[in-house]
Protein backbone atom coordinates (compact mmCIF):
# COMPACT_ATOMS: atom_id res chain seq x y z
CA UNK A 1 0.00 0.00 0.00
CA UNK A 2 1.58 3.42 -1.13
CA UNK A 3 1.90 6.36 1.83
CA UNK A 4 -1.06 8.25 1.19
CA UNK A 5 -0.64 11.78 1.69
CA UNK A 6 -3.48 14.98 0.95
CA UNK A 7 -3.80 18.22 -0.17
CA UNK A 8 -6.72 20.98 -0.35
CA UNK A 9 -8.78 20.91 -3.47
CA UNK A 10 -7.54 23.55 -5.41
CA UNK A 11 -9.89 26.71 -6.15
CA UNK A 12 -11.12 27.79 -9.08
CA UNK A 13 -9.43 26.96 -12.00
CA UNK A 14 -8.30 23.05 -11.15
CA UNK A 15 -7.80 21.65 -14.90
CA UNK A 16 -6.42 24.43 -15.83
CA UNK A 17 -4.36 25.39 -12.69
CA UNK A 18 -3.94 29.16 -13.19
CA UNK A 19 -5.15 32.21 -10.97
CA UNK A 20 -7.17 35.37 -11.16
CA UNK A 21 -4.65 37.94 -13.05
CA UNK A 22 -3.08 35.28 -15.41
CA UNK A 23 -6.29 35.70 -18.08
CA UNK A 24 -7.58 38.56 -20.04
CA UNK A 25 -11.27 39.52 -19.28
CA UNK A 26 -11.88 38.73 -22.93
CA UNK A 27 -11.41 35.17 -24.08
CA UNK A 28 -11.89 33.35 -27.42
CA UNK A 29 -13.09 30.07 -27.19
CA UNK A 30 -11.91 27.04 -29.90
CA UNK A 31 -12.23 23.44 -30.16
CA UNK A 32 -9.35 22.35 -32.32
CA UNK A 33 -6.04 23.28 -30.61
CA UNK A 34 -3.95 24.22 -33.59
CA UNK A 35 -6.58 26.93 -33.99
CA UNK A 36 -4.66 28.13 -30.68
CA UNK A 37 -1.82 28.71 -32.33
CA UNK A 38 -3.23 30.16 -35.56
CA UNK A 39 -4.49 33.06 -33.11
CA UNK A 40 -1.28 32.95 -30.97
CA UNK A 41 0.77 34.37 -34.61
CA UNK A 42 -2.07 37.48 -34.41
CA UNK A 43 -1.18 38.15 -30.81
CA UNK A 44 1.74 40.65 -29.62
CA UNK A 45 3.44 38.68 -26.88
CA UNK A 46 2.07 35.97 -27.42
CA UNK A 47 2.81 33.50 -24.64
CA UNK A 48 1.38 30.09 -23.30
CA UNK A 49 -0.32 29.76 -19.88
CA UNK A 50 -1.35 26.68 -19.74
CA UNK A 51 -1.54 23.56 -21.56
CA UNK A 52 -2.84 21.11 -18.91
CA UNK A 53 -5.18 18.05 -20.19
CA UNK A 54 -4.93 19.36 -23.44
CA UNK A 55 -6.74 22.64 -22.56
CA UNK A 56 -3.85 24.90 -24.24
CA UNK A 57 -4.45 28.46 -23.54
CA UNK A 58 -2.25 31.32 -24.24
CA UNK A 59 -1.94 35.09 -24.04
CA UNK A 60 -1.48 38.28 -25.42
CA UNK A 61 -2.66 41.70 -26.90
CA UNK A 62 -4.61 42.57 -30.21
CA UNK A 63 -4.40 46.09 -31.43
CA UNK A 64 -3.47 46.87 -27.81
CA UNK A 65 -6.30 45.07 -25.83
CA UNK A 66 -5.36 41.97 -23.77
CA UNK A 67 -6.56 38.73 -24.98
CA UNK A 68 -6.68 35.24 -24.11
CA UNK A 69 -7.58 32.10 -26.38
CA UNK A 70 -8.09 28.80 -25.07
CA UNK A 71 -9.06 25.41 -26.56
CA UNK A 72 -11.44 23.10 -25.27
CA UNK A 73 -11.04 20.00 -27.86
CA UNK A 74 -14.67 18.62 -28.59
CA UNK A 75 -18.01 18.47 -27.00
CA UNK A 76 -20.07 20.21 -24.78
CA UNK A 77 -19.20 18.90 -21.38
CA UNK A 78 -15.05 19.96 -21.29
CA UNK A 79 -16.22 23.10 -23.38
CA UNK A 80 -18.49 23.91 -20.04
CA UNK A 81 -15.63 23.22 -17.16
CA UNK A 82 -13.19 25.64 -19.42
CA UNK A 83 -15.94 28.49 -19.63
CA UNK A 84 -16.27 27.60 -15.53
CA UNK A 85 -12.60 27.85 -14.80
CA UNK A 86 -11.73 30.66 -17.23
CA UNK A 87 -14.78 32.81 -15.24
CA UNK A 88 -13.60 32.21 -12.00
CA UNK A 89 -10.55 33.53 -12.83
CA UNK A 90 -11.58 36.93 -14.25
CA UNK A 91 -12.82 36.09 -17.75
CA UNK A 92 -16.19 38.23 -18.33
CA UNK A 93 -16.37 37.75 -22.12
CA UNK A 94 -16.09 35.11 -24.33
CA UNK A 95 -16.62 34.44 -28.38
CA UNK A 96 -16.67 30.77 -29.80
CA UNK A 97 -14.14 30.76 -32.75
CA UNK A 98 -15.28 27.17 -34.75
CA UNK A 99 -16.76 25.23 -37.22
CA UNK A 100 -20.06 24.49 -37.72
CA UNK A 101 -22.09 22.06 -40.58
CA UNK A 102 -25.03 23.69 -42.48
CA UNK A 103 -28.35 22.28 -42.19
CA UNK A 104 -29.33 24.27 -44.88
CA UNK A 105 -27.02 24.90 -47.31
CA UNK A 106 -29.05 26.53 -49.84
CA UNK A 107 -29.20 29.27 -47.11
CA UNK A 108 -25.82 28.83 -45.09
CA UNK A 109 -23.12 27.39 -47.71
CA UNK A 110 -19.62 26.27 -47.86
CA UNK A 111 -17.13 28.55 -46.86
CA UNK A 112 -19.65 31.32 -45.40
CA UNK A 113 -20.19 32.51 -41.49
CA UNK A 114 -22.78 32.23 -39.10
CA UNK A 115 -23.18 34.54 -36.48
CA UNK A 116 -25.69 32.25 -33.91
CA UNK A 117 -27.89 35.01 -31.89
CA UNK A 118 -29.63 31.34 -30.18
CA UNK A 119 -29.03 27.94 -30.11
CA UNK A 120 -31.77 24.74 -29.82
CA UNK A 121 -30.13 22.78 -26.78
CA UNK A 122 -30.15 19.34 -27.78
CA UNK A 123 -27.22 18.89 -25.65
CA UNK A 124 -26.86 17.15 -22.54
CA UNK A 125 -24.63 19.18 -20.24
CA UNK A 126 -26.81 22.42 -20.05
CA UNK A 127 -29.26 20.24 -18.45
CA UNK A 128 -27.23 20.04 -15.81
CA UNK A 129 -27.41 24.04 -15.46
CA UNK A 130 -30.99 24.59 -16.18
CA UNK A 131 -34.27 23.42 -17.29
CA UNK A 132 -34.77 23.10 -20.98
CA UNK A 133 -36.95 26.20 -20.52
CA UNK A 134 -34.13 28.41 -19.76
CA UNK A 135 -32.97 29.66 -23.16
CA UNK A 136 -29.70 29.66 -24.82
CA UNK A 137 -28.96 32.96 -26.31
CA UNK A 138 -26.01 34.79 -27.03
CA UNK A 139 -25.37 38.19 -25.73
CA UNK A 140 -27.27 41.03 -28.44
CA UNK A 141 -24.02 43.23 -27.89
CA UNK A 142 -21.43 40.56 -28.77
CA UNK A 143 -23.90 39.39 -31.85
CA UNK A 144 -24.05 43.16 -32.87
CA UNK A 145 -20.22 43.79 -32.70
CA UNK A 146 -19.67 40.26 -34.70
CA UNK A 147 -22.01 41.54 -37.44
CA UNK A 148 -20.52 44.81 -37.36
CA UNK A 149 -16.78 43.62 -37.81
CA UNK A 150 -18.44 40.78 -40.75
CA UNK A 151 -20.14 43.41 -42.53
CA UNK A 152 -17.15 45.64 -42.61
CA UNK A 153 -14.66 42.89 -43.91
CA UNK A 154 -17.62 41.86 -46.48
CA UNK A 155 -17.30 38.45 -45.11
CA UNK A 156 -20.65 36.37 -46.08
CA UNK A 157 -22.62 35.30 -43.38
CA UNK A 158 -26.02 34.59 -41.85
CA UNK A 159 -27.00 35.61 -38.32
CA UNK A 160 -29.87 32.40 -37.05
CA UNK A 161 -30.19 29.95 -34.59
CA UNK A 162 -27.57 26.75 -34.39
CA UNK A 163 -28.44 23.40 -32.90
CA UNK A 164 -25.76 22.07 -30.69
CA UNK A 165 -26.13 18.19 -30.41
CA UNK A 166 -23.64 15.86 -28.56
CA UNK A 167 -24.03 12.82 -31.33
CA UNK A 168 -21.99 13.72 -34.13
CA UNK A 169 -22.06 10.07 -35.80
CA UNK A 170 -25.87 10.14 -34.77
CA UNK A 171 -27.23 13.26 -34.89
CA UNK A 172 -24.72 15.15 -37.32
CA UNK A 173 -22.94 12.94 -40.29
CA UNK A 174 -23.63 9.38 -40.50
CA UNK A 175 -20.58 7.67 -41.17
CA UNK A 176 -22.39 5.02 -42.91
CA UNK A 177 -26.15 4.28 -44.96
CA UNK A 178 -27.65 2.03 -42.02
CA UNK A 179 -27.71 5.35 -40.36
CA UNK A 180 -28.01 7.87 -42.97
CA UNK A 181 -31.90 7.58 -42.46
CA UNK A 182 -31.52 8.45 -38.72
CA UNK A 183 -29.93 11.24 -39.22
CA UNK A 184 -31.84 12.81 -42.39
CA UNK A 185 -35.00 12.78 -39.51
CA UNK A 186 -32.58 14.58 -37.17
CA UNK A 187 -31.86 17.04 -39.71
CA UNK A 188 -35.71 17.96 -40.71
CA UNK A 189 -35.70 18.24 -37.00
CA UNK A 190 -33.65 21.06 -36.68
CA UNK A 191 -34.62 22.32 -39.67
CA UNK A 192 -38.72 22.54 -38.88
CA UNK A 193 -37.62 24.90 -35.75
CA UNK A 194 -35.65 27.04 -38.31
CA UNK A 195 -32.30 25.55 -37.28
CA UNK A 196 -29.71 26.23 -40.16
CA UNK A 197 -26.31 24.81 -38.79
CA UNK A 198 -25.22 22.03 -36.15
CA UNK A 199 -22.06 22.13 -33.42
CA UNK A 200 -21.67 20.34 -30.67
CA UNK A 201 -20.67 23.49 -28.65
CA UNK A 202 -22.12 26.40 -28.61
CA UNK A 203 -26.06 25.96 -26.62
CA UNK A 204 -24.20 25.28 -23.85
CA UNK A 205 -21.62 28.07 -23.93
CA UNK A 206 -24.51 30.38 -24.11
CA UNK A 207 -26.18 29.14 -20.90
CA UNK A 208 -23.69 28.67 -18.78
CA UNK A 209 -22.05 32.24 -19.42
CA UNK A 210 -25.74 33.78 -18.80
CA UNK A 211 -25.60 31.74 -15.40
CA UNK A 212 -22.28 33.11 -14.78
CA UNK A 213 -22.72 36.62 -15.87
CA UNK A 214 -20.32 36.00 -18.62
CA UNK A 215 -20.73 37.81 -22.27
CA UNK A 216 -21.24 35.12 -24.87
CA UNK A 217 -21.02 35.27 -28.51
CA UNK A 218 -20.47 32.41 -31.23
CA UNK A 219 -18.53 32.56 -34.95
CA UNK A 220 -18.57 29.68 -37.01
CA UNK A 221 -16.85 29.33 -40.17
CA UNK A 222 -19.53 26.72 -41.94
CA UNK A 223 -17.21 23.98 -43.14
CA UNK A 224 -18.98 20.79 -43.26
CA UNK A 225 -22.17 20.40 -45.61
CA UNK A 226 -24.44 17.72 -43.49
CA UNK A 227 -27.09 16.77 -46.23
CA UNK A 228 -25.24 17.25 -49.06
CA UNK A 229 -22.06 15.01 -46.92
CA UNK A 230 -19.53 17.74 -48.84
CA UNK A 231 -16.64 19.47 -46.81
CA UNK A 232 -14.21 22.35 -47.56
CA UNK A 233 -10.98 21.07 -49.33
CA UNK A 234 -7.89 21.85 -47.14
CA UNK A 235 -7.14 25.01 -49.18
CA UNK A 236 -10.44 26.64 -48.84
CA UNK A 237 -10.43 25.87 -44.73
CA UNK A 238 -7.32 27.10 -44.48
CA UNK A 239 -8.16 30.40 -45.89
CA UNK A 240 -11.49 30.57 -44.05
CA UNK A 241 -9.81 29.70 -40.50
CA UNK A 242 -7.55 32.66 -41.34
CA UNK A 243 -11.00 35.06 -41.90
CA UNK A 244 -12.14 33.31 -38.90
CA UNK A 245 -8.68 34.57 -36.63
CA UNK A 246 -9.21 37.75 -37.88
CA UNK A 247 -12.81 38.50 -37.57
CA UNK A 248 -13.06 36.83 -34.19
CA UNK A 249 -9.91 38.63 -32.82
CA UNK A 250 -11.63 41.93 -34.34
CA UNK A 251 -15.20 41.35 -32.55
CA UNK A 252 -13.64 40.12 -29.25
CA UNK A 253 -11.80 43.57 -29.10
CA UNK A 254 -14.95 44.93 -29.86
CA UNK A 255 -17.28 43.53 -27.53
CA UNK A 256 -17.51 45.73 -24.24
CA UNK A 257 -16.27 44.55 -21.11
CA UNK A 258 -19.67 43.97 -18.82
CA UNK A 259 -17.62 44.79 -15.30
CA UNK A 260 -16.49 47.77 -16.72
CA UNK A 261 -17.64 51.11 -15.64
CA UNK A 262 -19.10 53.14 -18.22
CA UNK A 263 -18.75 56.81 -18.25
CA UNK A 264 -21.25 58.97 -17.06
CA UNK A 265 -23.60 60.43 -19.15
Same mark, same amino acid.
Given at each position: ?72 G? #??PI &? ?5 ? *?? +? ?6 ? %? @? $? ?42 I ?21 A ?29 ? #???? &? ?5 ? *?? +? ?6 ? %? @? $? ?13 L ?27 S?R????
Amino acid at each position: MISVKTRPAPAGAWYLGLKEGDVAPRCILVGDRARVDMFGERLEGARVLSDKRGLRTIGGTFDGVPVTVAAFGM #GAPI &AAVLLEE *LA +VIGVRVVL %R @A $GTAMSLAPDRLPLGTFIVAHAALRADGTSLTYAPLGYPAAADPIAVNAVTDVLDKSRLPHTVGILATADGFYTEMLAPSDARSDSVRRRHDEFRKV #GVLA &ADMETAT *LF +VVASLLGV %R @A $GSLCLVSVDGPGRALLDDESRHAGEAQLVDAALRSLIAIPDPSERRPAA
